[in-house]
Each structure stands twice: as structure tokens, then as C-alpha cells.
């Protein structure tokens, strides 16, 4: 629990109190003292009674004005010329009063805001890129492979081996999914925001999976709480997110634990979301976790741009969760990943409530 703080008014005036009081008092013995001297020697003794006054006033009074004010001033001054220079990495420091302290936070909290509106430019600026990458390759791309597609044709047709023709048929189809896997990352949702039932949407998600054989046979453990709040969003949004994070998670492990939980968030003082305007905020809390090999913490930050993936060769194109990142931001939300329970993975994120 963070200690209660003085004001800077108030530890002025009382330390300034003690002193003129402590002065007083010595003013007072010494005129009670200077009625048994002379009078020569009660004026000497008054005048240096005075002068020590000043010189303890003085001395005291920087001492006073330095702890409380010059030195709060000197080490938020540093901390904004490290942050001006770019190192955003720095923060200012606890002060002893509630002003600086404010202050403090303040800068603290303006630096946050500056790291995730750079973040977000940065994010913004990829996924341009990537449009504008997508948007070509599927011009120069998409035609040479409806080419291979026919020529392929042609080869089964003439007797070619069917393994060859298979392998090539597997592999222009998979160049197919990676262009539309960035014209998918790329492209914004057309679809109107609305409004997403959390419980309904990942029970249809179950369901889906369920009956397309994904899910059957495996560990999955549901723990979703009653009463959450809807969130806004486009219909489709939530369910591409739990679709894309299901599948990596059963890639993960396919013979272990997966869990899903949601439940109604009103901001957890224990953990600072990235993104400060979503502390307090109400929505729901949204898990997908699994027992797997977990991500490493050097690949957490990255984990989430296109075409980085842990999947050998052939297995995925990374695109994935970039996916989910985009879908997840366009809902207002934050998503991160965290080490699970079960010992894998557990992406968590924070959608607010329409």
C-alpha cells in the first residue's frame, strides 16, 4: 500500500513553524538572560542572538527548499531530458510530497500514452505496408499460379506421375492461402460495428470445432462466468480470434490441456495493461490457454507481427496472430500473452463492453 503523502504547503509551514518557534524561544532566553549582564554586553548579546537566527534561517531554509523543491524539480527535469533524448525506457522517480508525486505520476502516465501511440503508428505503418505488399502480390502473384493450376491439369491428364502433380497442386495452394492471408491481415473490416455476446460466440466457436472433429477427444476445459457484459464489435471478429487461437493452441498440444475463460473485467490493479485507458474500464477478460511449450519471453513483443511463427515449415504462415491482433484492436481491445497455468501459453485480452 503506497504511504500517505504530505503536501508541499504543509511540510513548508511546519518545519517554518519549528524554526520560528525554536527562534522565539531563544530570543526569549536570551532577553532573560541579558537582564543580568550590562548593558554593553545584553546589546552584544542580543545582536549575536539575531545574526545566529539569520544564519540558522538561512542554512536551514535552503536545506528545507532543496529536499522538498529543488531536488524534485532536478530529478524530473532529468527524467523529461532522457525522455526528450528518446529514451523512453526511463521514468520519474517517487517524491515525498503529493504534489511531485502527482507530478511525477503524471509524466509517468504521459510516457506510457507516447509508447503506445508509437506502437500503434508503427503497427499502422506495417500493416500499410503489408497492404500495399499484399495488394501487388496478389496482382503478380495471382495469376502465374491459376497458370501452374492449369499446366498442373494438363500433366495429370498426359500421365505425369499423380505424386508430382499432387506436391505441386499442394504447394500453389499453399502460396494461395499466404496471399490471402495478407489480403485478410490487410484489409479493414467492412462489416458495421455491433455488438458480441462473449458466452454465445464461444459456444458456437465449440461447436464449429467441435463438429469439424478438431475438438473431439480433447481436453477442454470451459470456464466461462454468467452474466458478462456484451462487447462491441463486428460479429465475425470474435469468433476469427477464438478460431485462430484455438487452432494454434491445438498445434501446440494436441494431446494435452486447452482452456478457455471469460469473465466480466472492471480493471485489475495487479497488472498494467498496456494501453492505460482500459484500467477501470468495464468488459470482459477473455483467456485462451494451453499446455504446451509457451512462447519465449524474447519473442513475446514480436509474437504478434506478421509472417513470425514458431510452426515448422509448412505448418503456418504467421500470419495468424497478426490477425488476431488486428480483429482484437479493431474492437478496442488489447491482447497479450502471458505464461499459462498449464505450463503453455495463455493469450489474454481485454474487450470493452458496448
Known amino acids: 500500500m503506497t504511504p500517505r503523502r504530505s503536501t508541499l504547503a504543509r511540510e513548508l509551514l511546519w518545519n517554518l513553524s519549528l524554526l520560528v518557534g525554536a527562534a522565539l524561544s531563544l530570543a526569549v532566553v536570551t ?10 554586553w545584553a546589546v552584544i548579546a542580543l545582536l549575536g542572538m539575531i545574526a545566529a537566527d539569520l544564519v540558522v534561517l538561512f542554512v536551514f531554509g535552503r536545506y528545507l527548499i532543496g529536499r522538498l523543491v529543488l531536488s524534485p524539480l532536478d530529478r524530473l527535469s532529468r527524467t523529461a531530458d532522457e525522455l526528450a533524448a528518446g529514451n523512453l525506457a526511463v521514468r520519474a522517480p517517487d517524491a515525498e510530497t503529493t504534489e511531485f508525486m502527482h507530478l511525477a505520476e503524471r509524466l509517468n502516465g504521459m510516457t506510457e500514452t507516447l509508447l503506445d501511440t508509437q506502437a500503434e503508428l508503427v503497427r499502422a505503418e506495417k500493416l500499410a505496408g503489408v497492404g500495399r505488399l499484399a495488394a501487388g502480390i496478389a496482382h503478380e502473384v495471382g495469376n502465374p499460379l491459376a497458370a501452374i493450376r492449369t499446366y498442373t491439369d494438363v500433366l495429370a491428364r498426359r500421365g505425369v506421375d499423380p505424386e508430382v502433380t499432387r506436391q505441386i497442386t499442394d504447394e500453389t495452394d499453399r502460396i494461395d492461402r499466404i496471399v490471402r492471408g495478407l489480403l485478410d491481415y490487410a484489409r479493414p473490416s467492412r462489416e458495421g460495428e455491433g455488438v458480441v455476446e462473449v458466452a ?10 467441435t463438429a469439424q472433429g478438431l475438438l473431439r477427444d480433447k481436453d477442454l476445459r470451459l470456464h466461462v462466468a454468467s452474466g458478462l457484459p456484451v462487447v462491441r464489435g463486428p460479429a465475425h471478429g470474435l469468433e476469427q480470434v477464438l478460431v485462430n487461437l484455438l487452432l494454434n493452441a491445438l498445434d501446440a498440444t494436441p494431446h494435452g490441456a486447452i482452456v478457455i475463460e471469460a469473465q466480466e473485467w472492471t480493471g485489475d490493479p495487479r497488472r498494467r495493461l498496456r494501453r492505460a485507458e482500459l484500467e477501470g474500464v468495464r468488459g470482459v477478460l477473455l483467456l485462451v490457454a494451453d499446455s504446451g511449450p509457451g512462447v519465449p519471453e524474447a519473442d513475446r513483443e514480436r509474437i504478434f507481427d506478421p509472417f513470425v511463427t514458431s510452426k515448422n515449415p509448412g505448418r503456418g504462415t504467421g500470419l495468424g496472430l497478426a490477425i488476431v491482433h488486428r480483429a482484437v484492436h479493431e474492437m478496442g481491445g488489447v491482447i497479450w500473452v502471458e505464461d499459462a497455468r498449464e505450463g503453455g501459453a495463455a ?4 474487450l470493452p463492453a458496448a
Open 200 to 209: 454465445r460466440t464461444i459456444e458456437r466457436v465449440v461447436d464449429l470445432l
Open 31 to 40: 532577553t532573560l538572560a541579558a537582564q543580568a549582564l550590562s548593558p554593553r
Open 347 to 350: 493469450f489474454k485480452m481485454v
